[in-house]
């Protein structure tokens, strides 16, 4: 899902999210909805080896990316959008009873799930690995069958390389 289609979903339901959580909570929700992408950022660097820190250059290489998702040999693994991370920031919201942590756990849920359902109009599903320990026993199986399960990353990121 494009940023915009999630800032405006996310935009939509904080305000629904107001008379019961008020306007810190709505925030709350709101940020979490969408700064769960900054593992999108994340990832590029590291597919740049952290030598290009171009935002726009990191729209370019997830254009591309999102070309490839049909093809053999492509799997996706986005950091903040695991069971792992989510359920540690659950942990830390329970934990510290904030409320606050607890909206943007729900923020990044409701991102999730609007992933999902793009993901599956698309059918799509299984090319992002939704937990570390799935993308590590994928990748395996992938390596086991002679596929690079970074290659087509590494392919997108020489396409759109700035040319010194």
């Not at 171009?54 to 290489?61: A, G, L, T």
Request: charged share 20%.
């Amino acid at each position: 899902m494009k940023p915009t289609e999630h800032v405006l979903y996310g935009a939509a339901a904080s305000a629904v999210a107001v008379p019961f959580y008020g306007t810190v909570g709505a925030a709350s929700f709101f940020l979490g909805s969408i700064l769960i992408d900054l593992d999108h950022y994340l990832d590029y660097l590291y597919f740049s080896g952290f030598r290009n820190w171009s935002i726009k250059d990191m729209f370019r290489f997830h254009s591309k990316i999102a070309m490839c998702k049909k093809q053999d040999g492509f799997l996706a693994l986005e950091a903040f959008h695991t069971a792992e991370f989510l359920l540690a920031l659950l942990a830390v919201g329970l934990y510290f009873k904030s409320n606050i942590v607890i909206l943007i756990f729900t923020g990044m849920i409701f991102h999730m799930a609007l992933d999902i359902i793009r993901l599956r109009e698309w059918h799509a599903v299984n090319v992002r690995a939704l937990s570390f320990i799935e993308y590590w026993l994928r990748t395996r199986k992938m390596r086991q069958r002679g596929v690079d399960p970074e290659a087509l990353f590494h392919q997108a990121y020489q396409e759109i390389k700035p040319q010194p």
